[in-house]
């Protein structure tokens, strides 16, 4: 994984506030990086440091080109391929993240099926805005060595990721049932749905982790995040082709996520959902107005309750 620096610091943690800073400068010494870690901060950097590479079977074309390291982060063996995975920091806004994200268990739709998150900034703009110029430096960089134009900025106010809970795999198709077989025969929970046939196989949870007052890391469950806890998630870039019906091409690129570790709890405060306050706010001001209403007109038996019995 890469860390994406600022001019004044190889985490870009600097530009966090206080309490985040050392958060980040505790979790990774910045002295420790090697080379491939250090994410470019210019197109030159970046011609030095990846290259774009195609998968030879993809079976989606459209995704068939991959953002690689050009020096690898291991020695060998030397003829396998890296994708460049990035760390990105921020405060969790929406997510759904269970093990089988959004899938209502319609294997039709098991194509549609994806986990996803977004992040943002909680006002730490300078930090956010490194980051995502250092995203968008990479989003250029596909583009100018595939000569495919980008329709717009790529990543902006919050970043939105994904990550797909079924992988099509067109071969070795015997060999995946196989092993469907064996997967149902074996699940240990009871909830699990019955997963989609061949070619279709699930990817497994996604990696949820916390850190530890003493800096150790336990996994913990997707129901115990919150609304704006703050977040170190890895992530890889989605390289996709679009040609439309006016044979115009263009290249969009996305963030898969691959595993999210919580850094810090949100305060009462953050992990109250926007949308619950809204509603506290406008059932008091609906109970406010019903009282005054109750005032001006008061019920019929209040109305005489202080005149004489005949």
Known sequence: ????????????????????????????????????????????????????AQHPSAPDRRRSH????????????????????????GFLDKFCVGDFGNWNSDCARAAYAVQSLSISSMGNMAAWQNQVERLNLAATFA?????????????????????????????????????????NATAQNVHVPSLPEPPWEWNRPLEILEM???????????????????VKIDTEFDLIIIRTHATQTHLCVFLTCKQILRLQ?????????????????????????????????PKRDQTHANQPIY
Not at 73 to 84: G, Y
Request: net charge negative; charged share 15%.
């Open 143 to 183: 583009s100018r060595i595939l000569k495919i134009p980008l329709p717009s900025i790529q990543f902006q106010h919050h970043l939105h990721m994904q990550r797909k809970v079924f992988t099509k795999h067109l071969s070795d198709l015997e060999e995946s049932r196989a092993q469907h077989v064996t997967r």
């Open 66 to 89: 991959m953002l690689v390291y050009k020096t690898l982060p291991v020695p060998e063996p030397c003829n396998v391929l890296f994708l460049v995975s990035v760390c990105i920091y």
């Open 1 to 52: 994984m890469s860390f994406l620096p600022s001019p004044g610091h190889l985490l870009g943690a600097d530009l966090w506030t206080g309490d985040l800073q050392t958060i980040i400068q505790n979790r990774m010494p910045d002295h420790e990086l090697q080379l491939w870690e250090h994410f470019p901060s210019s197109l030159s950097q970046m011609i030095e440091w990846a290259t774009i």
């Open 212 to 230: 530890q007052g003493d800096g150790s890391i336990t996994a913990i469950h997707e129901v115990l995040l919150s609304h704006g806890d703050f």
């Open 265 to 297: 709890s949100a305060g009462p405060s953050q992990a109250c959902n926007p949308h619950s306050n809204l509603r506290q706010i406008i059932n008091s001001v609906a109970t406010a107005y019903r009282n005054s209403n109750s005032d001006i007109h």
